[in-house]
């Protein structure tokens, strides 16, 4: 499942490139700008201000929509299944519901991937996978990666690594660039907000370190998380412990996502207010210049 193709993207890897957002997370960050991206499956989205108050479409179409006393659409979740949100893809005539997930088709993907070979080459682009967390389905991203290996067009993949070692390894040959989280380096805080193995992370990146053609490790600066001098060096510090590791990006927290979760009935459990901390970034941008034996390009993502 895949839920969208951002085209003419000049972020998440170098030049012009084409960014393909996979459907399913391994991990549970409070934080995720993309929520819609971890189920594995599709997911419906609703925004109230964009519904008609005489349309009753969406109701005909699927049973667990309903209109309140007060004349609002009440979702019951628990009883959609694939079938009603396949149905309700094209009903909404002002899209306040909308379906995010489409079933992957690798020659179609390719063809559309494809339509803008001129610019990648021309600006040194090319594609990434992104996510929910890409490596959750390594058949489709290898068949891609394979694809455009040979057409030429340079590949990256947007990774926490938290999979198994054969998902990334089956991917391995066709990525020139891996653009991969590093959240914490303390395994319990880690595990506490994300739900996930610092551990098996760690393991990956040791064993990716040497095989890479290049990494470059992203790390989101999270209020009440990772927001400290000390979070960050201990990120840097094993940051420069990876031979092909030469960069790494600090995101600052931002809620340019929240809406998303209302959209999609889902608690918003971190802050309602951007980092606001550039003497942190700074800080650990002057530890990684004169703190590290080797030259480890540290920079601010906005």
Same mark, same amino acid.
């Given at each position: 499942?895949?839920?969208? =193709?951002?085209?003419?993207?000049? @972020?998440?890897?170098?030049?012009?490139? *084409?960014?393909?957002?996979?459907?399913?997370?391994?991990?549970?960050?409070?934080?995720?700008?993309?929520?819609?991206?971890?189920?594995?499956?599709?997911?419906?989205?609703?925004?109230?201000?964009?519904?008609?108050?005489?349309?009753? !479409?969406?109701?005909?179409?699927?049973?667990?929509?309903?209109?309140?006393?007060?004349?609002?659409?009440? =979702?019951?979740?628990?009883?959609?299944?694939?079938?009603?949100?396949?149905?309700?893809?094209?009903?909404?005539?002002?899209?306040?519901?909308?379906?995010?997930?489409?079933?992957?088709?690798?020659?179609?993907?390719?063809?559309?991937? $494809?339509?803008?070979?001129?610019?990648?080459?021309? *600006?040194?682009?090319?594609?990434?996978?992104?996510?929910?967390?890409?490596?959750?389905?390594?058949?489709?991203?290898?068949?891609?990666?394979?694809?455009?290996?040979?057409?030429?067009?340079?590949?990256?993949?947007?990774?926490? $690594?938290?999979?198994?070692?054969?998902?990334?390894?089956?991917?391995?040959?066709?990525?020139?660039?891996? !653009? %991969?989280?590093?959240?914490?380096?303390?395994?319990?805080?880690?595990?506490?907000? %994300?739900?996930? &193995?610092?551990?098996?992370?760690? %393991?990956?990146?040791?064993?990716?370190?040497?095989?890479?053609?290049?990494?470059?490790?992203?790390?989101?600066?999270?209020?009440?998380?990772?927001? %400290?001098?000390?979070?960050?060096?201990?990120?840097?510090?094993?940051?420069?412990?990876?031979?092909?590791?030469?960069?790494? @990006?600090?995101?600052?927290? @931002?809620?340019?996502?929240?809406?998303?979760?209302? $959209? $999609?009935?889902?608690?918003? !459990?971190? &802050?309602?207010?951007? !980092?606001?901390?550039?003497?942190?970034?700074?800080?650990?941008?002057?530890?990684?210049?004169?703190?590290?034996?080797?030259?480890?390009?540290?920079?601010?993502?906005?």
């Amino acid at each position: 499942m895949y839920f969208n =193709i951002q085209r003419f993207s000049t @972020h998440d890897g170098d030049g012009i490139r *084409s960014i393909l957002f996979l459907k399913g997370c391994s991990l549970a960050c409070p934080w995720c700008q993309n929520p819609e991206s971890r189920s594995k499956k599709r997911s419906l989205l609703f925004d109230q201000r964009s519904c008609l108050d005489e349309c009753n !479409l969406c109701q005909q179409a699927c049973s667990a929509i309903q209109r309140d006393a007060n004349g609002n659409i009440k =979702i019951n979740r628990s009883r959609l299944n694939d079938n009603d949100l396949i149905k309700l893809e094209n009903t909404c005539p002002t899209q306040a519901l909308s379906v995010c997930g489409k079933e992957a088709v690798a020659d179609e993907l390719c063809t559309i991937l $494809l339509k803008d070979k001129p610019y990648y080459i021309q *600006s040194d682009g090319g594609v990434t996978f992104s996510g929910g967390e890409p490596l959750m389905q390594p058949e489709l991203i290898a068949t891609l990666a394979k694809r455009m290996y040979q057409e030429k067009i340079n590949t990256a993949v947007e990774t926490c $690594l938290h999979v198994p070692w054969k998902n990334i390894e089956r991917v391995l040959p066709h990525i020139d660039c891996w !653009l %991969t989280d590093l959240k914490h380096t303390d395994e319990a805080k880690f595990q506490r907000w %994300t739900k996930g &193995s610092l551990k098996r992370i760690k %393991t990956n990146f040791e064993q990716l370190a040497n095989k890479a053609k290049r990494i470059v490790i992203r790390v989101p600066v999270i209020p009440g998380f990772n927001d %400290t001098e000390e979070d960050l060096r201990a990120i840097i510090d094993f940051a420069v412990s990876l031979e092909s590791c030469k960069e790494l @990006h600090l995101l600052p927290y @931002h809620t340019l996502g929240m809406n998303k979760y209302h $959209l $999609l009935d889902m608690p918003y !459990l971190c &802050s309602d207010k951007p !980092l606001g901390k550039p003497e942190l970034l700074e800080s650990a941008k002057q530890y990684a210049q004169t703190h590290c034996n080797r030259k480890l390009l540290v920079t601010v993502r906005g």
